[in-house]
């Protein structure tokens, strides 16, 4: 295929190594605690893979003979810049231990694994992808390993190819299926480990023993590159107010680290606005009181960082969608005999006092959102509305009211950008590069010690990469019981933003001198060759989380 260049200079890149890693390893065991409140519950579900220990890894000068072992791997879930090193990690891991090793790759996800559908990844495949962007060596899926003729289905493709390990790299729901999987085959004796990888580039995967997501580092340089780009061309254009929605629907992590990195004017953080009970009406009121204060000083332009899942986080809003998803999911088939132009108004007589005004509020575009975008459960795909310009146009309107009462001075004008794809696949940054090929590389080094249902964790990671320290951390440790589809199940608990966190500190110290000064950062694109200092920082979050 053909190369650009910097696929052509990524491939000289060689990722680092935890000191830990290098040569042999001993596993140390450290105290594990449970943090969550359903201990028994969990306990329970999982007799075989509950209460296992914290591992570490260390140095050692023993030489150690492993046998030759087959392993698989699965890309699960939403894409992440780093995917690939996490397989070429595991490739090195398991060559190193014995150079007759084997992986195999199962093609587009979980269902390769159901399915019989792999491949196995040679040296000249691996090395055809180290250091680059996407998923695309093996593909990606989202099907769940949950039922038990799946995990019947899987053990026999594994066992057909001798496999003792499988590696599923994903999110939340993905490494709780892992460790569902994990128990299972435990259970049975198949003699079967099962380890997991932390992705998500939402950054909402992460706890004490797991500093970060992969591909959340990468994502956000990605996205606060166009930002900054965007509010150049505010900053020169200064005629428009730019409404930039970001991904993260469960967790605001990626707007906040996009604010800490560029500056913007407003960023709303879904967790506060939640916290302090605001109605669409006091975010609406807020963003257009910045517009008219920063009119006042002729200044009619700026930017808007918006998080994806806002619109769930909005107590009122939050209520709606649920009377809405419980009417419709009743009245589905006399639903569908309205015509469109009425649907509107029989929405409203049919909804609560409450919600019939908070629905009557809102611009016919996200009404209709509401009730025509369903998913296949029969709820309202949030993430499919345009927030960005809801809010705009909202704002526009309490604008207008405004010049009327003489309150606004300005003009108001706006511009809408929705930043997702495009920072899913990019080339991973220096951090993520080495962090998932160490993350890969300890998956390894768990499955030689003959660890199940871990998460690999490597740690410490705001220092110089051979002081990070690798390990694995028991999946059931993260795990709570939550309500999904109307059952009791465990889950991996997802990390919303912490409002008495140093990250959202330090942006809540600065927004409101952001507010009403143009104080644009430019970070412009990643930066992959020179000073350690340009090159390999982590995020700003993580930094100040670790209070570096």
Known sequence: MTKSALQIARAAYQPKLPKALKGAVKAVAGAATQSVADQEAIQKLFPNTYGMPLIKFEATDEVANFPAMNVGVILSGGQAPGGHNVISGIFDGIKNLNKDSKLYGFILGPGGLVDHNYMELTADIIDEYRNTGGFDI???????????????????????????????????????????????????????????????????????????????????????????????????????????????????????????????????????????????????????????????QGNNFGTVLIPEGLIEFIPAMKRLIAELNDFLAANAEEFSQIKKSHQRDYIIRKLSPENAAIYASLPEGVARQLTLDRDPHGNVQVSLIETEKLLSEMVATKLAAWKEEGKFVGKFASQHHFFGYEGRCAAPSNYDADYCYSLGYTAASLIANGKTGYMSSVRNTTAPADQWIAGGVPITMMMNMERRHGEMKPVIQKALVKLDGAPFKAFAAQRDQWAITTDYVYPGPIQYFGPTEVCDQPTKTLQLEQAK
Not at 181 to 206: F, M, N, S
Not at 209 to 219: C, K, V
Not at 226 to 249: E, P, T
């Open 138 to 296: 093996i593909g990606s899926g989202r099907t769940k390993l949950e039922k038990e003729d799946q995990f019947e289905k899987g053990l026999e493709i594994l066992k057909q190819l001798d496999i003792k390990a499988l590696v599923i790299i994903g999110g939340d729901d993905s490494n709780t299926n892992a460790c569902v999987l994990a128990e299972y085959y435990a259970a049975k004796k198949c003699g079967v480990q099962v380890i997991g990888c932390p992705k998500t580039i939402d950054g909402d995967l992460k706890n004490e023993m797991i500093e970060t997501s992969f591909g959340f580092d990468t994502a956000c340089k990605v996205y606060s590159e166009v930002i900054g780009n965007i509010q150049r061309d505010c900053n020169s254009a200064r005629k428009y107010w730019h409404f930039i929605k970001l991904m993260g629907r469960s967790a605001s992590h990626i707007a906040l680290e996009c604010a800490l990195q560029v500056q913007p004017n407003v960023c709303i953080i879904s967790e506060e606005v939640e916290a302090n009970d605001m109605s669409l009406d006091d975010v609406v009121t807020y963003i257009a009181q910045v517009v008219a204060n920063r009119a006042a």
